[in-house]
């Protein structure tokens, strides 16, 4: 008989999924550069600048009330790209974005991230209410301060709105990621576990949402979002009970543990639901103040539940 090496099967998988978002890659790329070289083409570039704070009292998904922190962030976003109407009824863009993020407490959080991609969208007929397709493909570096959650991600999405009159629009898709962790070394191990990959899965979700306008150019939006996968819990170590159904660990460097004690990150498969409610109030004609509230429900095995809940204030204006 045979030895399977999960690891080794994990990594062929990841490497394959990885491949195949490549491949869409290549063909989302031949795309965009058909876009750029006809010559009927219209273009539109944009640029935008988002400023956010956030407060989570549950930052580090923790279970046990020990393993709990709250902690609130700034976040300074610089998005842009360039749209290209191929047709009357369809279009490319071309997207890019840089992000920081600090922590008040817990510096060890403390990331930046870019992200490159394009999108399709095909709309199935013209005017303000004919049904839009949307499908994107992105990819994100993450860099975190403590190393720990450094990775890449590959995010396919598929996604469908209709406006059902001025006020109402509905959107409702599906995404699929591939993560690969960057830091999976020996040095960064667990003496815990020999496996320490913690970000490297695959994980896919499911949304709806809608979006109401208001009288004053205001928009409430609301959505649901459905996640199979992973969530990355922060816990005092050890903990038998994360330990036994954790997918990898590793030492986590990002939060300062009492002396004497170790820090671990588990993987832990689970499914979540997110629940997110926002407000967008023009203040300008380039720039809005948003406000949202939102709620993470996450189930992973032997009845380890817990919660995350986010309030953001953010600024956007748009530059170009």
Partial sequence: MHRVDKKKGGAVRIRSSLAICQR????????????????SVSANSFLDLTVGLHADDNITRGF???????????????????????????????????????????????????SLGGTYQHKFGLGAYAPVMVGALVWTH??????????????LEISYGKRLSALWNLTAGATYEVSKGIHDA????????????????????????ADYTLRNYAVISASYTFGDGYVVSSALA?????GSISRALTADHAVQPPVGRKQVAYTLPARTHLV??????????????NV?????????????????????????????
């Fill in 276 to 289: 997110d409610v926002n407000y967008s109030h023009p203040i300008g004609r380039d720039s809005s103040i």
């Fill in 186 to 209: 020996r040095r960064h191990a667990s003496i815990y576990s020999t496996r320490n990959d913690i970000y490297d899965f695959n994980q896919g979700s499911v949304f709806a949402g």
């Fill in 24 to 39: 869409i890659g290549l063909v989302s790329v031949s795309v965009l550069m058909g876009a750029l070289l006809a010559p």
């Fill in 142 to 155: 993450h860099d975190s301060h403590s190393q720990t959650r450094d990775r890449e991600v590959m995010e």
């Fill in 64 to 114: 046990l009330n020990s393993d709990i922190h709250k902690d609130q962030s700034a976040e300074l976003a610089l998005s842009g790209g360039r749209l290209f109407q191929l047709a009357p009824a369809n279009s490319v863009t071309a997207i890019g974005s840089v992000t920081t993020t600090r922590f008040a407490e817990l510096s060890g959080l403390h990331s930046n991230s870019l």
């Fill in 238 to 242: 050890p903990n038998p009970g994360l």
């Fill in 292 to 320: 949202g509230i939102s709620r993470q429900l996450v189930k992973a095995r032997q009845g380890v539940d817990y919660t995350n809940n986010r309030i953001s204030l953010r600024f956007i204006q748009i530059l170009h």
